[in-house]
């Protein structure tokens, strides 16, 4: 069974940048993208960008495309989100977990993390 524990959560500035990583540990199958969603109070939890497991190729949802950038670190077993121009509507726990995104628009969320705080604010 596939584990994660997410840090670099902070509060930081508006038009700040942060970068969040993820330690996996457990093996993650070829079909399935590993990356980031995120999660504010009382809002739906929102996929935000994942990376192949067996291809690399990346998705990002279009409210994050240009701002942020996921990569993989195969050797540490690692996933990160480099988050740039951060925006107050960015304030969420963000979540890594395994991801499916079946008809390249819904995205399903298998296992996932504790989370890691990220608060953008003046």
């Known amino acids: 069974q596939v584990q994660f524990v997410e840090s670099g959560g902070d509060l930081v500035q508006p038009g700040g940048s942060l970068r969040l990583s993820c330690a996996i540990s457990?093996?993650?199958?070829?079909?399935?993208?590993i990356g980031w969603f995120r999660q504010a109070p009382g809002k739906e939890r929102e996929g935000i960008s994942c990376i192949g497991a067996a291809d690399g190729r990346k998705h990002y949802a279009q409210s994050v495309k240009g701002r942020f950038t996921v990569s993989r670190d195969n050797a540490k077993n690692t996933v990160d989100l480099q988050m740039n121009s951060l925006k107050p509507e960015d304030t969420a726990v963000y979540h890594c977990?395994?991801?499916?995104?079946?008809?390249?628009?819904?995205?399903?969320?298998?296992?996932w993390g504790q989370g890691t705080q990220v608060t953008v604010s003046s």
């Open positions: 977990a395994t991801i499916i995104i079946p008809d390249g628009s819904s995205w399903f969320f298998g296992s």
């Open positions: 457990g093996s993650v199958l070829d079909y399935t993208c």
